[in-house]
T-cell receptor
Framework: DAKTTQPTSMDCAEGRAANLPCNHSTISGNEYVYWYRQIHSQGPQYIIHGLKNNETNEMASLIITEDRKSSTLILPHATLRDTAVYYCIVSPRSNDYKLSFGAGTTVTVRA | DGGITQSPKYLFRKEGQNVTLSCEQNLNHDAMYWYRQDPGQGLRLIYYSQIVNDFQKGDIAEGYSVSREKKESFPLTVTSAQKNPTAFYLC????????????FGPGTRLTVT
């Protein structure tokens, strides 16, 4: 599976958009980009995923560059409850489906 | 409510004892997973099961065992052979082997002294 690189931490102001970058320069054609988040001492929560096109749901937007070597998760209006570790994961959608969680980005939303 | 339950939330054991962590789901999901998380680190896959009566080793299976006798249950046994068992253990499930979304339980924090 392709590896991902994320900043260790970032701060965000409450009510502003939070833009979380992820590099995945070795991504292959059949690999999807997934984002999960983990609030302290809880289980991770699925946010969004994509292959080539930009995606949006009620939680966030995912922007994938044309060459697919990087992506950005956008939380449009960050709240204090969005403080969490955010994981960017690249994995093929296959019969041997597994997720590999790295260290992620610790996002702190400040009032 | 549908979801995944793990019990207990906190578990304490003496070194040398086997301990079994419970994971139950009522989502009718085929696939289930066990992860381990150490402080400040990401999750590492221990075992996963795509269907009943079948399971595969993940990246760090040594010192652990699992069973999948029922679709809704996937218990994990931490054996005395696991050298560093103290960790946060997370169970997850997904609809099937190709589903993109995994649903996680609240986790069990195991402390072995």
């Amino acid at each position: 599976d392709a590896k991902t690189t994320q900043p260790t931490s970032m701060d965000c102001a409450e009510g502003r958009a939070a833009n979380l970058p992820c590099n995945h320069s070795t991504i292959s054609g059949n690999e999807y980009v997934y984002w999960y988040r983990q609030i302290h001492s809880q289980g991770p929560q699925y946010i969004i995923h994509g292959l080539k096109n930009n995606e949006t749901n009620e939680m966030a937007s995912l922007i994938i560059t044309e060459d697919r070597k990087s992506s950005t998760l956008i939380l449009p209006h960050a709240t204090l409850r969005d403080t969490a570790v955010y994981y960017c994961i690249v994995s093929p959608r296959s019969n041997d489906y597994k997720l590999s969680f790295g260290a992620g980005t610790t996002v702190t939303v400040r009032a | 409510d549908g979801g995944i339950t793990q019990s207990p939330k906190y578990l304490f054991r003496k070194e040398g004892q086997n301990v079994t962590l419970s994971c139950e789901q009522n989502l009718n999901h085929d696939a289930m997973y066990w992860y381990r998380q150490d402080p400040g680190q990401g999750l590492r896959l221990i075992y996963y099961s795509q269907i009943v009566n079948d399971f595969q080793k993940g990246d760090i299976a040594e010192g652990y065992s699992v069973s999948r006798e029922k679709k809704e249950s996937f218990p994990l046994t931490v054996t005395s052979a696991q050298k560093n068992p103290t960790a946060f253990y997370l169970c997850a499930s997904s609809e099937d082997r190709s589903s993109y979304e995994q649903y996680f339980g609240p986790g069990t924090r195991l402390t072995v002294t």
